[in-house]
């Protein structure tokens, strides 16, 4: 299955809408009557799921406690709804944290179809397909509601734009930006229209009144886009403020970038959500790294807003006060994750308090009104050479309390002991690579970072919960290698064929291309012992210890590494590729490379992946929980070990923690006091998105979507809905 055409996505209320037939469909302006069906069945706001990740707080919390820790072990399937474009064109994952409103689901496909289902069904209701380049078919978090009388809408993202559509019926609103949706590309001060990767939507915004505050996705490299904050007025598309993350002459921070670098540098982007306080009128909003990521010689100083939490006053984007969490990042430690908002006991009074998890495994709690630190902040050393040209930051903040809740470095007591032949196999890795140091930067041997370039914590972010003063965070603990390159600094270079290579293959065949002469064969000369075709089915397939690149490259991405590994010769090897170039010079990063060993499995000990409870007013973390594993590690018939994760926690009255996000495809269900698991169930396919918690029809629902498309799991395209029976 591989045409678009067969997809569902083009149904009949979508062709209405292309070529506005009068008269299409019954009462084209009404919605349908099992909409009114599914809305008869709505719980009240608050029981529902009527933002992404729960409320405007980004809480990960629910009243719910029908499903409690007496009979979570009843749960069962309720219904499942398939969107039947998994790996259409190549299209895979679902990080979608579905909306739940008056009964009806919203939810979106791996090639970005949204649609609306009868939350206590399943059936579809209706289905929207935005108009996007499938080469921005990149996994949409969620979605926005808002409501004013008669007027609801979802504001849904794909690629570059954002698209407002009538919630009863998925008919785009004309009077929302330009005829339904508007282009987050413009605005920006820079011109990125003909930027097809300029801002990406991803992770949706959130509503203060009547404006959507939103950031976006940019790219990691050179040229690519800033990441300021913007506020869009919901009801007409129109921008109303903006927030320069990467400060303009004049404004506060401008002084920790070089003077140009406000016309030229990017990043700096909220891309991992927001939460808003509304009585106080306040959004806090975490940054990510300014780019390269890598390679910060172009932008010496400590560049704010990056990796910075920005309280901003809602209204108009004024910063009401910030904390830089990473100074001059070159680790690529973008704030991964929305805050909680989050009340503690300190003295017998209660605090507003704002708390940020971090790539780091770090938990930075901040008055929310005066961004004081609530536990003391100590500094840490940055340690190790860099990259010629490199400034680094001496040090870098890290608080006292709570405990981190990941360990803080990789050093030869990290090596993992599973097999004698894992050992020494990573042991003998260690020979070249630089190691131990929190914030050790990236090298042309190659760095080990630990916590990863995928945290600590990541986008699935934490759950707070009231009740118990308790927040959930689950995170990876699974090392990385940061190498760098040096290369000409030729327009193109870097997007030609050779980029491929350097992100998927490097790691194991090496910038030489030899292999490491033990386990891992040389690509030089491949032409002489196969075709093309094999060079392409091995890179899609794997062979033997090589994983394929299933999700993870489209098949003109697989086709330009397969060319350029069979058709370059050892003078042209990215080792070479600085020796051989006349012109001038710079440093890119070689690849996202774990350091894994012959089995594919992190190459230190586990844990590697946890889930842990911090009680924030006593600074302590009360349980943590190795999270999932590794199906190889289940056919080994080992179990216990955890597994990179993605996707969110979402804590319950009922006194459970449910959460997904691991490879091994399980849903399960901890209790929220003790980490004691209370229930799980398999899924088709792994779920790397967080669930919902809503409920419908008098009953309590837990829904996932199911996409897998990553840590080669299964591509899927089901959402999967559990209830009691
Ligand atoms: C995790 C380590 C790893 C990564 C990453 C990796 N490979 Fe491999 N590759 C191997 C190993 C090991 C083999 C030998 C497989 C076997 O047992 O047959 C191999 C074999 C190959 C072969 C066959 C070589 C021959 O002469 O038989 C090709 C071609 C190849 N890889 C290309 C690539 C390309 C292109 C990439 C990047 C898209 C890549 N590999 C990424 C480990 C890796």
Known sequence: MSSRANSPGLDIAALCVALSMAGCGAGDHAPSAAFEAARSRASTPEREWRAYLGDAESSQSSPLDQIHRGNVDRLEVAWTYDSRDAEVDGASQIQFNPLVVKGVLYGASPSLRFFALDASTGEELWSFRPDVDIELWTAVRGAVYWEDGDDERIVFGAGPRLHAVDARTGRPIASFG????????????????????????????????????????????????????????????????????????????????????????????????????????????????????????????????????????????????????????????????????????????????????????????????????????????????????????????????????????????????????????????????????L???????????????????????????????????????????????????????????????????????????????????????????????????????????????????????????????????EADTPANWARNARGPKKFAQAGYQKLADADKLPGSKPPWGTLSAIDLARGEIRWQVPLGDYPQILEAGLGGLGAENYGGPVVTAGGLVFIAATPDSRLRGFDKSTGELRFEAELPTAAFATPAVYEASGRQFVAIAAGGGKLEATPGSLYVAFALP
């Open 178 to 437: 330009d005829d339904g949706a508007l282009d987050l590309r413009e605005g920006l001060g820079r011109d990125f229209s003909d930027d097809m990767m300029g801002v990406v939507a991803t992770t949706p915004g959130v509503v203060f009144d009547d404006l959507l505050i939103v950031g976006g996705r940019v790219g990691e490299g050179e040229g690519a886009a800033p990441g300021h904050v913007r506020a869009y007025d919901i009801r007409t598309g129109e921008m109303r403020w903006i927030f320069h993350t990467i400060p303009q002459p004049g404004e506060f921070g401008y002084d920790t970038w070089p003077e140009d670098a406000w016309t030229r540098s990017g990043g700096a982007n909220g891309w991992a959500g927001f939460a808003v306080d509304s009585e106080r009128g306040l959004v806090f909003v975490p940054t990510g790294s300014a780019t390269p990521d890598f390679n910060g010689s172009n932008r010496a100083g400590d560049n704010l807003f990056a990796n910075t939490l920005l309280a901003l006053d809602a209204r108009t984007g004024e910063r009401r006060w910030h904390y830089q969490v990473v100074r001059h990042d070159i680790w690529d430690r973008d704030l991964p994750a929305p805050p909680n908002l989050v009340e503690i006991e300190r003295n017998g009074a209660i605090v507003p308090a704002v708390a940020q998890v971090t790539k780091t495994g770090h938990t930075f709690v901040f008055h929310r009104v005066t961004g004081e630190p609530l536990f003391p902040i100590r500094e840490v050393p940055v340690v190790g050479k860099t990259i010629p040209g490199e400034t680094v930051a001496p040090t870098q903040p890290v608080p006292t309390l709570p405990p981190p809740f990941t360990v803080q470095e990789f050093t030869r007591a990290s090596v993992t002991d599973r097999t004698p032949e894992a050992r020494s196999e990573i042991e003998r890795r260690l020979e070249t690579l630089h190691i131990e140091g």
């Open 439 to 569: 914030y050790r930067p990236a090298s042309l041997e190659g760095t080990v970072e630990l916590p990863g370039i995928d945290g600590g914590a990541e986008w699935g972010g934490a759950a707070w919960d009231a009740e118990t003063g308790l927040l959930y965070v689950n995170a990876n603990q699974v090392p990385w290698i940061l190498q760098m390159v040096e290369m000409p600094d030729e327009e193109g270079l870097l997007t030609g064929l050779g980029t491929g290579y350097l992100f998927a293959c490097t790691g194991c065949h090496g910038l030489d291309m030899k292999g490491d002469g033990v386990t891992v064969p040389s690509l030089l000369g491949v032409s002489e012992r196969m075709g093309f075709f094999d060079v392409y089915r091995i890179i899609r397939d794997g062979r033997g210890r090589m994983s394929g690149s299933g999700g993870l490259m489209n098949w003109w991405q697989r086709a330009a590494v397969a060319w350029f590994v069979y058709s370059t010769e």
